[in-house]
């Protein structure tokens, strides 16, 4: 089993920057690779970014540029530091492991910007 926990959310004013933090445990060594998603009011849950075990990062479009992926030397917890904040990027953002045996989500945390 695999709980994953985030924390960092909030609101900020457009331009601002905020961290978000996702902090691994049970069976982490299950995880291939970690990241997360958002899911806006009405719309469809969808891919953020991404960092696999060699390190690697993968970002959506929308955020390349502006947000970076990262983990810590242990592994177990996975940062997402988001700058250039604007109001299109307020969602839940989710955690999301990616396990030999199926995947795993976070709770969320609620990331707002003002105009």
């Known amino acids: 089993q695999v709980h994953l926990v985030e924390s960092g959310g909030g609101l900020v004013q457009a331009g601002g920057s905020l961290r978000l933090s996702c902090a691994a445990s049970?069976?982490?060594?299950?995880?291939?690779?970690m990241g997360w998603y958002r899911q806006a009011p009405g719309k469809q849950r969808e891919f953020v970014a991404r960092?696999?075990?060699?390190?690697?990062?993968y970002y959506a479009a929308s955020v390349k540029g502006r947000f970076t992926i990262s983990r810590d030397n242990a592994g177990n917890t996975v940062f997402l530091n988001m700058t250039s904040l604007r109001p299109e990027d307020t969602a839940a953002y989710y955690c999301?492991?990616?396990?030999?045996?199926?995947?795993?989500w976070g709770q969320g945390t609620q990331v707002t910007v003002s105009s």
């Open positions: 999301h492991g990616e396990g030999n045996l199926g995947d795993h």
């Open positions: 049970g069976s982490i060594f299950r995880i291939n690779a």
């Open positions: 960092i696999n075990n060699g390190g690697e990062a």
